[in-house]
């Protein structure tokens, strides 16, 4: 099935991180949910695990006042035992019960197989496997739609390969500065599969520039002076750098709908400026003619 999604989808991995229940710091995690919650963007985006488990809290609370309307505006992750790393059929279904108590909710849109790495694949797919728990739950009505999320592509290609998934989330894998993930898009969305590009700002560089991490880890020199260049390109074109990696994204016809993390006071409203912010055509050009830039990931061990 095609899920309706708007054009962006609101992430919150560390919505409600180190908050106690019942502190201030909860309360005010708790108004960012009920004013993502409110917003004209279709889903909200959450993990079992995201932020220790908090954020699903946290965003629970706020589904309490916002009311009925709202309760099933939530997309979430089945994740591995945070212990063991067990991910079996038993595995997914605990943490699916888990998410369903902690947002209070009886049922899901959607819900993804989280960054499986702690199985192999043969594992997720065979008898008593993950992907046998997420069909059952699909088959009860429990939830919409399953999907695959995760960050390497030849991983997540391989998962695709089962037919089984109704959506794809990637991560850091198409950007202004890899776009490793879009011929895995282009074929996910020829197959029919709601397609979720996450993190257009590579987790910090192309929304702070050089200095700034890539994929949670710190970007090489070579890339930064890539970086620098592309902001140069942008100054040109009176055009900021946030707002050319966020439509980037937002101009292939292959993702539904881009994530992007909105975990602090006065972020949605920023994103919402950036998703208005007119970039001229011209700059895309001129963007191309910088050339590649230097590679940021390095998926070959998923191969």
Known sequence: MTLNV????????????????????????????VDLLSS??????????????????????????????????????????????????????????ETKAKLGVDRLPLLHFHDPYSVSFEEAVGRRGALEALIELRE?????????????????????????????????????????AASMFAAAKEQGLTV??????????????????????PA???????????????????????AVALHFSLRNANIDSTIVGVVSPGRLQQLNDLHAEVVPDEVWGAIAALGSAPAAIDDSQYR
């Open 40 to 97: 004209e963007h279709t889903f909200v985006d959450t993990s079992n695990s995201y932020a220790g488990g908090r954020s699903e809290s946290v965003i629970g609370r706020a589904l309490r006042q916002v009311g009925e309307e709202s309760r099933y505006r939530v997309i979430s992750k089945v994740d591995c035992d945070p212990e063991t790393g067990a991910f079996g059929r038993d595995r997914v279904l605990r943490s699916f019960d």
């Open 6 to 33: 708007s054009p962006l989808t609101l992430g919150t991995s560390g919505l409600g991180r180190n908050s106690l229940r019942g502190s201030a710091e909860e309360t005010a995690a708790v108004h960012i949910a």
């Open 140 to 180: 009860s009505g429990q939830v919409d739609a399953i999907g695959i999320a995760a960050g390497p592509v030849p991983m997540i290609e391989r998962y695709l390969q089962t037919q089984v998934f109704d959506a794809v989330l990637c991560h850091n894998r198409y950007t202004l500065v890899d776009q490793s």
């Open 196 to 217: 979720f590009n996450a993190a257009p700002f590579g987790s910090g560089l192309l929304a702070k520039g050089p200095g700034s991490q890539y994929h949670y880890a």
């Open 220 to 242: 090489s020199e070579e890339l930064q002076a890539w970086v620098a260049k592309a902001i140069d390109v942008c100054a040109e074109h009176e055009v900021t750098l946030p």
